[in-house]
């Protein structure tokens, strides 16, 4: 397959027969308001006053419609892991457009596609006992949301064939954030995805706590013992359910992120995968932020001793150039999947126009090919300058009398803004005020952070220097001091 990408199968370029509008570089210099807006925004409030507009990027850095310059710390949507005007990219992109701008894959596939699947099999980490992923298969789609539905699909349509049809339950954890699809929604547990949606589905039997040890924790747990309380409430949630008979799965991130950046603790993901064992209960891999590199390892299971039967993976594997998803299923699943269509003579009755999309393929292959030559995966570790810079500089936020807790592993993190240091008490006024003002003197500076609740999340390019690094965390502590000034004025701490 390597040959074949070598080859550079392009097609001749064809003349148009009249000239085309040429794309404008010309905005409108006015910040739309969300609720007078065409559009309906995404995760947003739909009577903000304003929406910002990105026109460009280039780096580490994007320029809104006013001109001003801000620092991308978000990665987007923690998924620009190479930055944004990449050229390498953009020339994959192009070539490939010229060459087969799009095909499909109901019984049909291209190069790109096929290489992508053997690559993804190749380099997936260890699956759980008895499992592999190097006879597995991948189901490609377009985003994390589309890949949690065809797991449970995926995961519904194998129970079946093996003659188990009740085991069609799933368990997640609340602030665990696996889409907003109907089911992947379902799966979700964060309260306004569920909000005015008839969500969660039945099919999830619960939302396990979240391991959060800072705000879940009791006085003296050690992170050893607080796993160990998490593991017996699953074995609780997993023998009430009886779930040898009812529960196909339970789905985590390797470390929860749109939740607010939380860290498992020591020995978290070893206890649970034993009473995963205990009840015949699979494990799902939600990979969509922590795949390639996130962690300073190339995927999030490797960093917290993760060992899944299936993983979903997204976001970085184009760096968001174009949308993609993949599914990763092991061997031991593929062949029942596989052996079912035989036995029925039938098809499996899944998929998308977009899937294996040969451009979303094209530029996850010349993305991988890009973190390995320069070794963008393992930049995060603690022994890379990078890495080593973001951790120090991370850990000092800690001292500062807003921040409760700062946490993070590679190249994302968060720091948590309490009223109260000693306490970890939140706002006289609630939740989410310190966060939100925070985020907002941050971008004032020219600086673009998430924050969650009252989590301020960081979860910079790969690609950052640490010269920009230190300018991230420079503009974050200046935007902190004049939070922490701003909230005592204000009665808010």
């Not at 799009?102 to 690559?119: D, G, Q, V």
């Not at 597995?136 to 079946?160: A, E, K, P």
């Not at 500089?393 to 190249?411: F, K, Q, T, Y």
Request: charged letters at 20%; hydrophobic letters at 40%; a neutral charge.
């Amino acid at each position: 397959m390597q040959a074949l990408r070598g080859a550079r199968l392009t097609a001749p370029r064809a003349v148009s027969a009249a000239p085309c509008r040429a794309l404008s570089t010309t905005f409108r210099r006015v910040t739309p308001s969300a609720r007078d807006s065409p559009m309906l925004y995404p995760m947003t409030n739909l009577h903000a006053p304003n929406v910002m507009q990105i026109v460009s990027g280039k780096g580490c850095y994007v320029t809104d419609e006013h001109g001003r310059q801000h620092l991308e710390g978000m990665s987007g949507l923690w998924c620009t892991a190479l930055g944004w005007g990449n050229e390498e990219l953009v020339e994959a992109a192009a070539e490939q457009l010229r060459t087969l701008s799009y095909y499909h894959c109901y019984a049909r596939s291209s190069p790109w596609t096929y290489e992508l699947a053997e690559r993804l099999l190749q380099m997936a980490p260890e699956a759980a006992p008895c499992h592999s992923f190097k006879g597995g298969r991948v189901f490609f789609g377009t985003g994390g949301s589309d890949g949690n539905d065809t797991q449970v699909r995926l995961l519904w349509h194998y129970f079946n064939a093996i003659g188990k049809p009740l085991k069609k339950g799933f368990v997640s954890r609340k602030r665990g954030y696996h889409g907003s699809g109907v089911t992947s929604g379902s799966l979700t547990g964060l309260p306004h995805v569920h909000a005015l949606f008839d969500a969660p589905l039945s099919f999830v039997r619960a939302h396990a706590t979240c391991p959060h040890k800072y705000r879940d924790g009791k006085p003296g747990e050690s992170d050893v013992d607080f796993s160990a309380r998490l593991a017996v409430e699953l074995d609780d949630i997993f023998t009430k359910q009886n779930a040898e008979e009812t529960i196909a799965a339970f789905i985590a991130e390797p470390l929860i992120g749109a939740g607010g950046v939380v860290i498992p603790p020591a020995g978290y993901f070893e206890a649970i995968q034993s009473v995963c064992e205990k009840h015949e209960v699979l494990i799902v891999a939600d990979e969509v932020i922590t795949g390639f590199g996130r962690t300073g390892h190339p995927w999030g299971c490797q960093a917290f001793g993760m060992k899944p039967h299936t993983i979903t993976c997204a976001k970085m594997i184009t760096s968001g150039y174009v949308p993609l998803s993949a599914v990763i299923v092991s061997d031991q699943i593929a062949e029942v999947l596989v052996n079912s269509s035989e036995s029925r003579g039938g098809i499996m009755g899944h998929g998308f126009t977009y899937t294996g999309h040969p451009l979303a393929t094209a530029v996850a292959l010349k993305t991988l090919d890009i973190m390995e030559r320069d070794g963008l995966m393992t930049r995060g570790l603690p022994s890379h300058p990078v890495g080593a810079a973001f951790k120090a500089r991370l850990e000092a936020l800690g001292a500062h009398p807003l921040v409760g807790e700062s946490r993070g592993i590679g190249l994302v993190g968060a720091v948590e803004l309490v009223a109260d240091k000693a306490t970890g008490a939140v706002p006289k006024a609630g939740a989410g005020k310190l966060g939100a003002l925070c985020a907002a003197e941050a971008l004032g500076r020219g600086l673009i952070v998430r924050s969650i609740a009252d989590s301020v999340a960081l979860c910079p390019p790969l690609v950052i220097t640490e010269a920009q690094l230190h300018e991230l965390f420079n503009k974050l502590g200046e935007a902190l001091d004049a939070t922490h000034a701003k909230a005592k004025a204000s009665g808010l701490i």
